[in-house]
């Protein structure tokens, strides 16, 4: 049986009177590329924050990576990696600070860290760029070396928040195989995304609407479900059901 890295059930988030995630309950199995879909305020983002243990749930239960979302928030934190658009890696630092600043965070020994900085520089062909500040980096090779930290420390899943935002298609095509190649060695990867045609990748999808998934499925199996040709058109149709802002 497939193993499951995350588990929640009527997961709920409220702030006063408005309830920002409505009851949500799915799974997400060992080595899936689970894209977790949704407009502006759709209630994504807040999710995202309770399975990172970041926010705490207003109701229901969960577990991610095996630990429970409420108890053990602070042991998510060290057993998942997390990359965002906004905010990933330190400019000011060169690529080698960097990655040795992650790889501490992460728990890891400087021997350990020492080791996996030589073989991450050739393998993403960085060794020129060793001693580079990461602002004078193209933002191609900056996502490719933030995906990289994320993963550094080998955990159980990774969660993406829109981590192509601003990249051009070719370059988006080649984070994607390395997306691809973590999925292949075990890692989870739980991804948002505006890109449409990015979906297509993940092996499953959620579409939230108004805090509530409205839609669950394969990419083929919801493209079928609601008569469409391309996730796109299934995006729009259940964004058109949207009531909030």
Not at 67 to 89: A, T, V, W
Not at 115 to 132: H, M, P, S, V
């Amino acid at each position: 049986m497939t193993n499951k890295v995350i588990e929640v059930s009527n997961l709920t988030k409220k702030f006063g009177s408005f309830t920002a995630v409505n009851h949500i309950t799915f799974d997400v199995k060992e080595g899936e590329i689970f894209g977790f879909l949704g407009a502006n305020g759709a209630g994504k983002t807040t999710a995202m924050q309770m399975l990172c243990g970041i926010s705490m749930p207003t109701s229901g239960e969960g577990t991610v990576a095996g630990y429970d979302i409420i108890k053990e928030n602070e042991l998510i934190k060290r057993n998942i990696g997390y990359m965002s658009q906004k905010f990933s890696l330190y400019e000011d630092l060169k690529v080698w600070e960097n990655i040795r600043l992650f790889g501490g965070i992460y728990g890891l020994s400087n021997k350990v860290i020492a080791e996996k900085t030589d073989a991450l520089l050739k393998q993403l062909n960085f060794a020129e760029e060793r001693n580079t500040l990461v602002k004078y980096l193209p933002l191609g090779w900056k996502q490719k070396l933030a995906f990289s930290v994320a993963i550094f420390h080998e955990p159980k899943i990774v969660f993406l928040d829109e981590p192509t935002g601003g990249v051009d298609p070719a370059m988006r095509r080649r984070f994607w195989e390395m997306i691809y190649d973590a999925s292949e060695r075990g890692i989870t990867v739980f991804v948002t995304t505006h890109y449409m045609d990015e979906s297509e990748y993940c092996n499953r999808v959620s579409i939230m609407v108004d805090g509530r998934i409205e839609a669950l499925d394969t990419p083929a199996a919801l493209r079928h479900q609601f008569n469409a040709d391309t996730m796109d058109e299934v995006f729009r149709q259940l964004a058109r059901k949207a009531e909030r802002d």
